[in-house]
Structures are given as structure tokens and as C-alpha cells.
């Protein structure tokens, strides 16, 4: 399912953005080797995810890894926090 229709369909409040050439994850430097590749040669994007503000402003960022998210209790304290 396209991103738009499942944005739609969620009913969600908020921007859902697609990188897939991976240009807003270098613009935000959440493209690089990963920590915890030591083997690989190439650089990939990192998974991240930011809170921004009405202003376009970068209030919170999480950088994760392979397999790690923030849990859904942190998204909310930073929203409650720092929106």
C-alpha cells in the first residue's frame, strides 16, 4: 500500500515521509556506516526518528541501530516535552 493511502487510511495527524533515495537521511546525518557493521564497506541509512516542531525545527532525535526503535513511552515524554 502506497504511504499517502496508509496515512489516509490510519487518519494519521502527522507527516509521514518516505526517503527512499535517501536524501533527507544524509541532509539529517542518519546516513553512514553503522555502529555495529564493522564488516560492511558501505554506508547505509540509519534508522532515526525525529520530532519536529510546527517550525520545521529538529526538537528530538533518536539514532538507533539495526534493531533498536525508541519505545513508545519516549516518542511521548519528547512529545509532551519538547512540543
Known amino acids: 500500500m ?3 493511502r496508509l496515512a ?3 487518519k494519521y495527524e502527522f507527516t509521514v515521509i518516505s526517503d527512499a533515495k535517501a536524501e533527507l537521511s544524509k541532509q539529517y546525518k542518519a546516513f553512514g556506516k553503522p555502529v555495529d557493521f564493522d564488516m560492511i564497506k558501505v554506508e ?3 534508522p532515526t ?6 517550525d520545521g525545527k529538529v526538537v528530538w532525535r533518536y539514532l538507533g541501530n ?3 526503535r525508541p519505545s513508545i513511552e519516549a516518542i511521548l515524554e519528547a512529545i509532551d ?3
Open 2 to 4: 502506497p504511504l499517502k
Open 8 to 10: 489516509e487510511k490510519q
Open 44 to 46: 547505509l541509512a540509519i
Open 49 to 54: 526518528t525525529y520530532l519536529i516542531n510546527p
Open 66 to 68: 539495526k534493531t533498536d
Open 81 to 83: 516535552t519538547k512540543l
